[in-house]
């Protein structure tokens, strides 16, 4: 088993990062970025109204937000600050898909006053959006396929999951819109996450326009796109392959050309909105090794936590971890590498084969760059490093800043206490 992972940086180019740069920080590959991006607009080339909206809380950084837009990306938000990073950067309008359950009001007014697309998670949405902000002329609804459709590990059985409609609550919304006067209508889901075969996406395109189709004629509306979500998953092990987006983007067209065009709803839009795969393989988390401990097992400290990528600690994550320099050396330690967070889940690897790491040795923690720095958090008085954007031309560009304990201590209010 091959146990090498590539960086898009040279061993040299990080360590003189790092020398600018006090670690722990995250790292991004924009010529990544970009490609990723443009790979799968060309795989869904074929439907002239594709689009990807970029699912904003993987990586909401308002200047990964902009190469985004500049490569065509629409965002997929799900919050106020969401749509408020978008609107910073330009994106706004149908550019915007506002996906979110559980909503309050001031987030539809938000959306609907940017003029997103609204995607609706609840029947009962329909009339506190009505009586709250006021419907706006296109609507979506998102399906919840419940024992349809298997789900997968990290997203859970659809019939457990929180979000959607059933197929039932779906007919009965659009028709309620309809004799509402709503005149455009799309038709949202979202059952995968980290899916890496590439046929799920394809069957998840079939259930949706089977549905279309079957709404347009039962109500009578037309169903002007259809949005199949996010969830297209990436190779964190070196010994996993990533999705063939062709492949995926050929597989949607057969159907298209099966069953959306005979049924006479061709141009359908058809648009994705997903985060991991545009941004996750091009982020690194760069830390370096500060102590060694060896008790029940070895371990290998180092100066990231899990408030810097809580992935590997909450989902039990793998993250490939590269050893600055020591590529090629024998990866015959098995160590724990763990932060110093008093919570034992705090092991960005368990029982890892790497070389022999030496206080100060860097090292590289790989797709990080979706739901990495995002998921942050400040338990334990632990705070969030900076973001570092390498550009094309290699130079370094600091688009986050890393917080202070100034930052951490911001809400409080210290007037009375005097030894502050
Ligand atoms: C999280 C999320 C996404 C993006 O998921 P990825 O796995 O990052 O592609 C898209 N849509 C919705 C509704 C989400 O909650």
Known sequence: MSIAKPLPFSAETIARIASEYPTPFY???ERGMRETSRRLLKAFSWNPHFKEYFAVKA??????????????????????????LSESVGITGEDIMFTSNNTLAHEYAAAKKLGAIINLDDITHIDYLREGVGLPDILCFRYNPGSAREGNVIIGKPEEAKYGFTEAQLFEGYRKLRDLGVKRFGLHTMVASNELNGDFFVETARMVFDLAVRISKEIGVRIEFVNL?????????????????????????????????????????????????ITGPHGF????????????????????????????????????????????????????????????????????????????????????????????????????????????????????????????????????FSQK
Do not use: W
């Not at 010994?239 to 141009?267: R, T």
């Open 229 to 277: 979500g996010g969830g297209i998953g990436i190779p964190y092990r070196p010994e996993q392959k990533p999705v063939d987006l062709d492949v995926v983007g050929k597989g949607v067209k057969a159907l298209y050309d099966q069953i959306v065009v005979p049924a006479g709803l061709d141009p359908l839009k058809v648009f994705m909105e997903n985060g991991r795969m």
């Open 285 to 416: 988390l760069v830390t370096r090794a500060v102590h060694h401990k060896h008790i029940y097992r070895d371990y290998v400290g180092v100066d990231a936590c899990m408030s810097n990528l809580m992935r590997p600690g909450m989902y039990g994550a793998y993250h490939h971890i590269t050893v600055l320099g020591k590529e090629s050396a024998p990866h015959d330690r098995i160590v724990d590498v763990v932060g110093s967070l008093c919570e034992n889940n705090d092991k960005f690897a368990i029982n890892r084969p790497l070389p022999v790491v030496e206080r100060g040795d860097l090292l590289v923690i790989h797709d990080a760059g979706a739901h990495g720095h995002a998921m942050g958090f400040q338990y334990n008085g632990k705070l969030r490093s900076a973001e570092l954007l390498v550009r094309p031309d290699g130079s370094v560009k600091k688009i986050r800043r890393a917080e202070t304990v100034d930052d951490y201590f911001a809400t409080l209010d210290f007037s009375e």
């Open 27 to 29: 790292l991004y590959d």
């Open 59 to 84: 990586t909401p950084n308002p200047h990964i937000i902009n190469l985004l837009k500049e490569e065509g990306l629409g965002a997929d938000c799900s919050s106020l600050p969401e749509l408020l």
